[in-house]
């Protein structure tokens, strides 16, 4: 019979929740823009993928000289200006007039003077912009080629001895195959992604932490909840009310896990379908499939390298475990007050171990592996934010668990103790209130 009460309560506080139309478009909207944005990336790069010629305006003759064979201006330095697929350069002394440059095929201009060696910089004349890739190819072959210039002015220098002394060092990442990860390197990449993953839940938990509060607020004040305990114990009234909500945004969890599959499903189709490739292509080539070109872009192909199914169910996990302890103790201050504000200022000090966990997994992304992460992944408190951060990275399976574990009994002992403050607290006039007044009532005393 108690089971049948403390169901009806959880069927309540579900059905009164998703069956709003604000969930419903939270719920369609978030899997949407995500899908669409990672869309606008394939879609931006695939479409700034253009030939660009690039006429470099050499006044001072920096870089440049005449071909006596050709009587063109060609490069002092052929070696600094690689052939690239989408991108070429033509050099001149003086720059004509910006629609002739333009008439002649030309798509960038960039000037510069002698006076490039005191500012390193330069101007890059365009009508559309080249792209991020493109200007930096462009400023990657201009930067060797003035290098070239300056080491070829210099007296004390020779261009081949410089060449042979340069040492430019690539570090590839790879973990030890001794050691339990074998993700192959790139933990601070892994460490950007579990971030985002933990900000999420970290959002997930204040605001539906907030709407428990929100909710014994206004029953209170409707007196409903003296209706309320009349067939359930406020001790089952609590449970109900937390494991209720928690469906909700078990919900919405699963739901923009769902809707954001099918979504990328749908656009891979079409896409592979070539509706986006007309156009874009020239004679002859042939239209790479939706992966390929993810795989070539910087920001997409991090998206290719995570455990979406590891992620989402350390999500889930830690997201029941934390919204059951946090939960627990948003119903517990809004049993004790009588209005929403008052309530917003006694959950500070609650969420203040969620907000550390927070700003300190942003600072986390660029050393994912500090030692402070480890002991505040075992804290119950912080577990839920800071754990994910490490399942991105690679923690060993056998600490996930034991962090989880911990974090439940934790949750289980905090849902008992709101529980006595619960049944105080629900019936409370509002003539006192306060942390002092709560502490009370978990002790087990009254009024």
Not at 95 to 117: C, I, K, N, R, Y
Not at 154 to 160: H, K, P
């Amino acid at each position: 019979m108690r089971g049948s009460l403390i169901g009806t309560v959880i069927l309540r506080e579900w059905r009164t929740r998703v069956i709003k139309r604000s969930f419903l478009l939270g719920t369609l909207l978030l899997p949407l823009l995500g899908v669409g944005f990672v869309a606008a990336m394939v879609l931006l790069t695939k479409g700034t993928e253009s030939h660009h010629t690039v006429l470099v305006e050499d006044g001072p003759g920096l870089i440049t000289r005449i071909d006596p064979v050709t009587g063109q201006y060609v490069p002092r330095c052929p070696g600094c200006f690689p052939e690239r697929e989408h991108l070429e350069f033509r050099f001149t002394r003086e720059a004509p007039e910006d629609s002739v440059w333009l008439a002649e095929g030309h798509t960038v201009l960039v000037e510069f003077d002698e006076s490039v060696l005191q500012n390193q910089a330069g101007y890059l004349v365009y009508v559309k912009s080249p792209g991020m890739q493109a200007k930096r190819n462009i400023e990657r072959d201009l930067s060797k080629a003035m290098e070239h210039a300056r080491v070829m002015g210099s007296t004390e220098l020779d261009w081949a001895a410089y060449q042979r002394l340069k040492f430019d060092l690539n570090l590839v990442n790879r973990e030890s195959n001794g050691g339990e990860r074998s993700k192959g390197g790139g933990e601070e990449v892994r460490g950007l992604v579990g971030f985002m993953f933990s900000a999420l839940l970290f959002l997930v938990l204040v605001v539906y932490g907030g709407l428990i509060l929100r909710s014994v607020v206004e029953e209170k004040s409707s007196r409903v909840v003296e209706v309320l305990i009349a067939a359930v114990r406020p001790e089952e009234l609590l449970l109900g009310k937390v494991i209720g909500m928690g469906f909700v945004a078990l919900t919405q969890l699963i739901s923009w896990s769902l809707l954001s599959t099918v979504a990328f499903s749908v656009f891979r189709l079409v896409y592979d379908s070539g509706q986006f490739s007309e156009g874009m292509l020239g004679q002859g080539e042939v239209p790479a499939d939706l992966m390929t070109v993810m795989a070539g872009n910087d920001f997409t192909a991090i998206l290719l390298d995570i455990d979406w199914g590891l992620m989402g169910v350390s999500t889930v996990a830690f997201f029941i475990g934390g919204y059951l302890l946090y939960g627990s103790l948003y119903a517990m201050v809004g049993g004790s007050v009588q209005s929403e504000q008052e309530g917003q200022g006694m959950v500070v000090p609650i969420i203040m171990p969620l907000m550390f966990a927070y700003l300190i997994g942003g600072g986390a992304m660029e050393n994912p592996e500090m030692g402070a992460l480890v002991g505040l992944s075992w804290f119950p408190l912080t577990a839920p934010v800071i754990m994910l951060i490490r399942v991105a990275v690679g923690a060993p399976i056998w600490e996930v668990i034991l962090s989880w574990v911990l974090l439940m009994l934790t949750a289980r002992l905090i849902l008992a103790l709101a529980g006595r403050a619960y049944r105080h607290g629900v019936l409370n006039d509002g003539s006192r209130s306060g942390w002092r007044l709560l502490l009370q009532w978990i002790k087990g005393h009254g009024r």
